[in-house]
């Protein structure tokens, strides 16, 4: 398993009505947590994409537990344990930074794609042999 830890500040603009984070929010700071996973492992988005792979969200799933609100720091737990499925699925904790308790918590699961053609194939070599040196440090 692979897992990065990120935090990110609370906007304004991602709050609703009632203060509170607006929940579709949550996946957009799920992308930040994958991001940066993936980042941290070597494997940028920008590299996936320059192999001429894409990798199209089809499924997703939350659990909202408390609220978070303006100006609140937020930390995004990521993990990954399969590296030979043919799904990316990565899954994620938020919290308020320096609490324990979890606030929000969930997943999203990808394939990849290839660019030009659009049709789903296996992770590709480069991806495979990538990440697996950290799966078998594990």
Do not use: C, W
Not at 38 to 61: D, M, T, V
Not at 68 to 92: C, G, P, Q
Request: no cysteine; aromatic share 14%.
């Amino acid at each position: 398993m692979i897992t990065n830890k990120t935090t990110i500040r609370v906007r304004y603009a991602d709050t609703d009505k009632m203060q509170f984070v607006y929940n579709g929010k949550y996946l957009e700071y799920f992308e930040v947590g994958r991001a940066e996973l993936l980042r941290a492992y070597g494997l940028p988005y920008s590299q996936i994409e320059k192999q001429g792979y894409q990798l199209p969200l089809i499924e997703a799933g939350l659990k909202y537990y408390k609220p978070a609100t303006y100006d609140d720091i937020i930390e995004i737990e990521a993990s990954y344990s399969n590296l030979l499925s043919a799904k990316l699925k990565i899954e994620y904790k938020i919290r308020i930074l320096g609490s324990e308790e979890i606030i929000v918590e969930g997943f999203t699961e990808h394939i990849f794609m290839n660019a030009e053609t659009k049709k789903a194939v296996r992770p590709p070599k480069f991806y495979i042999d990538s990440l697996l040196p950290y799966f078998k440090k594990n």
